[in-house]
């Protein structure tokens, strides 16, 4: 995503790790900041925070990084479902064989 991009709603582009530690209450590691900008989270890696790179320092808007936590946990809670389909799937299977 380019920086015109990232600001075209009138927010100020920030580093990445202000904003997170201003939202969460903890700064981030300079790779967790790297890898949500560039090779990105959650199976097969999908996810990306929107970001521009200035430098060596990775900038985002606060917008953008509350849009990349609301992904991460929409990606949680859809594991979790499956994890638990599987899970009642097994129990059945078991129930079926006379197992449990």
Not at 15 to 44: E, F, H, M, N, Q
């Amino acid at each position: 995503m380019t920086a015109a991009e990232l600001v075209d709603g009138g927010e100020s582009l920030e580093l990445v790790a202000d904003v997170a530690k201003r939202i969460t209450g903890v700064r981030p590691s300079p790779s967790a900041v790297w890898r949500w900008c560039t090779s990105g989270v959650g199976p097969g890696r999908s996810l990306k925070l929107a970001a521009a790179c200035h430098g060596r320092r990775w900038l985002t808007t606060r917008s953008a990084f509350l849009r990349f936590i609301d992904s991460q946990t929409a990606l949680s809670r859809m594991a979790s479902a499956a994890e638990d389909a599987a899970e009642d799937a097994t129990d059945e299977s078991l129930a079926a064989a006379g197992l449990l």
